[in-house]
Nanobody, 114 residues
Framework: QVQLVESGGGLVQAGGSLRLSCAAS????????MGWYRQAPGKQRELVAA???????NYADSVKGRFTISRDNAKNTVYLQMNNLKPEDTAVYYC????????WGQGTQVTVSS
């Protein structure tokens, strides 16, 4: 089994920053299979940022240059640094292991006020 626990969400003004954390435990074989997704009200869940199988990173066009995914293997933790936040970034953010059919955290709410 895999457990993913997110933290770090909250309310921030537009232009502000937040850092999300995802503590992973259980049968994690590769952090290259981890990523962050988000779901806004009335919208489908979408990929925000993820590590690729080759160890590089992949970002949604809407967050490129503003968000950074990183990890600390020693702490089994993946981070999402979010800068220059916009109201359209408001969503529940989910940590994920192994894609849509994989494992999900419980989500953390990010609200950006204008």
């Amino acid at each position: 089994q895999v457990q993913l626990v997110e933290s770090g969400g909250g309310l921030v003004q537009a232009g502000g920053s937040l850092r999300l954390s995802c503590a992973a435990s259980g049968r994690i074989f590769s952090f290259n299979a981890m990523g962050w997704y988000r779901q806004a009200p009335g919208k489908q869940r979408e990929l925000v940022a993820a590590f690729t199988s080759g160890g590089s990173t992949n970002y949604a066009d809407s967050v490129k240059g503003r968000f950074t995914i990183s990890r600390d293997n020693a702490k089994n933790t993946v981070y999402l640094q979010m800068n220059n936040l916009k109201p359209e970034d408001t969503a529940v953010y989910y940590c994920n292991y192994r894609g849509y059919l994989g494992y999900w955290g419980q989500g953390t709410q990010v609200t950006v006020s204008s």
